[in-house]
């Protein structure tokens, strides 16, 4: 079974200092798992089990958007 592509997919890492939400794409983050907030300049490396979750989510999300455009 072909799997979904959801490489440009972006997700939202809330910093652990200051909780403001930065956003990278899922490819990013399987490059390198480290997120540097925007608004207080924190690098904090990213949760790979809640990261893991949120692929998974994404990808289920992707695959009932082409069932939606293809399916009658
Ligand atoms: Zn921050």
Known sequence: MASVDVGEVELEFACPRCG?????TIEAVRMLPVI?????????????????AQVTAAEASA???R??????
């Open 63 to 65: 695959k009932a958007a």
């Open 20 to 24: 403001a939400g930065a956003r990278a």
């Open 36 to 52: 540097d907030c925007p608004a207080c300049g924190e690098r904090s490396g990213v949760d790979l089990e809640a990261f893991s």
């Open 67 to 72: 069932r939606k455009r293809k399916g009658p």
